[in-house]
């Protein structure tokens, strides 16, 4: 995002991390208050290892956090935005437990890109006509990737399945009772507009998770965080290559 304002684009951020000094095109909108009591410095780490991991665990855990949308679309520069005449040429939000945010699109009129930090979710491929056959793709929820035995492949072949149905019909359910509150009542099914989502930029690579089929609409960018290396100062250069 820095680099697109620094390329001379416009970019408007919903986020809790905003920039510590002002950056010429960037404008923060800050929510970084009122999710403070939710997840800032509220999980201590030494009890992480004690939190249930398990396929039921990790979708409940999903499910929770849809709720912990709302306090977004209170927030006052959001609501202004809602309400403003403002124009965008792209949405850029994140593929994760609810499509509730591409409310934006819609309202804007805009494009919409798609990242996941993670491997693509069960219910993310079928939106881009991405391969996900559970005969030898393992599912985000699987302990276990590259070749499947036949107990591997019924186990992934099931969770993909519960996965599906479990986010077409609470995930997506609840989402779409928020979005209904915050866009209106005439705003398309989140299914529907999920289904014309342009591109998505999921943080894998193949050296890392396997080789996979994606379609022309996936793009692999693991490792994008990752900045260019910078020249060492002169005197630490010079003292490194006389030692």
């Known amino acids: 995002l820095l680099a697109l304002a620094s390329r001379g684009h416009d970019v408007t951020v919903v986020n809790s991390y905003p920039q510590p000094r002002p950056v010429r095109n960037y404008t923060d909108i800050n929510l970084s208050e009122d999710f403070k009591t939710v997840y800032f410095n509220n999980i201590p780490f030494d009890i992480l290892p004690q939190i249930p991991a398990s396929f039921l665990d990790n979708h409940l855990f999903l499910l929770s956090q849809i709720e912990d949308n709302e306090p977004t679309f209170s927030h006052p ?18 593929l994760w437990n609810s499509d509730v945010f591409l409310g934006f699109a819609h309202t804007f009129k805009a494009p919409v890109i798609v990242m996941s930090s993670c491997s693509i979710l ?6 881009f006509g991405n391969p996900d056959n559970p005969s030898y793709i393992s599912n985000t929820f699987l302990s ?67 080789p996979r089929p994606i379609s ?28």
């Open 77 to 94: 520069d959001i609501k202004r935005l809602l309400n403003s005449d403002e124009k965008f040429d792209l949405i850029i939000t994140e």
């Open 122 to 127: 069960p219910w993310g491929n079928a939106r």
């Open 144 to 210: 276990r990737s590259g070749k499947l035995d036949f107990l591997q492949r019924l186990v992934n072949t099931c969770q993909l399945v519960v996965s599906r149905l479990l986010y077409k019909f609470f995930f997506n359910h609840l989402s779409e009772r928020i979005a209904n509150r915050v866009f209106g009542d005439s705003l398309p099914p989140l299914e529907d507009l999920a289904l014309n989502t342009s591109l998505l930029f999921v943080n894998t690579h193949h050296t890392l998770h396997g």
């Open 216 to 243: 022309p609409q996936v793009v692999q960018i693991g490792g994008i965080h990752v900045k260019e290396t910078k020249p060492l100062q002169e005197d630490l250069d010079r003292w490194m290559n006389e030692s």
